[in-house]
């Protein structure tokens, strides 16, 4: 673990308090876009509705992700009355490890950034998980599956296009 990724709690905190108040880039973790399928709960802290149903690349679904160097956007269907309806949520990749340490007589937080996930989409169970890095990567709308094959096949479409047009042309 890099010494500079541990970090005590309340110091990093305040940093992010502060970073957007003074347009402060903060050196660790990045942008990531977030939105969620169901509105926050209305007891939580967070009382901002980022509803990926209303989502459009906009600023109002940025957010500062210090504890991350990655971001996640997780594809899957909710069963629905009579249909499936397939949904995407986009969030920070969780990678905050906090362990309590016992210091000079006190406990105390420390908290690690961990690198759990390599970049790229995964399925689990019903789930498709796609982590990346740099920030607002995930802001693609759709994970095309089939992307290879309609690759490949368009190119053999123009190969055999431009044959089709040399026999022609003698």
């Known amino acids: 673990m890099s010494p500079f990724l541990t970090l005590k709690s309340d110091a990093l905190d305040r940093i992010s308090e502060l970073a957007p108040q003074y347009k402060i880039d903060t050196a660790l973790g990045v942008k990531c876009f977030r939105c969620t399928v169901a509105p926050p709960n209305r007891y939580a802290n967070n009382t901002k509705p980022q509803l990926c149903s209303k989502f459009d690349h906009s600023d109002y679904y940025t957010v500062d992700c210090p504890w991350s160097t990655m971001c996640v956007k997780r594809i899957f269907k909710l069963q629905l009355m009579k249909a499936e309806q397939e949904t995407i949520s986009r969030d920070c990749a969780q990678q905050k490890n906090t362990e309590q340490i016992y210091k000079n007589g006190n406990w105390t ?20 998980y796609c982590f990346c890095r740099g920030s607002l990567c995930n802001s693609a709308t759709k994970v095309e599956k089939n992307s290879y094959h309609t690759d490949a096949m368009a190119v053999i479409f123009v190969f055999n296009v431009m044959k089709y047009i040399r026999n022609i042309e003698y």
């Open 109 to 128: 937080k420390e908290h690690h950034i961990e690198e759990p996930y390599e970049e790229g989409c995964q399925t689990i169970d019903d789930s498709t």
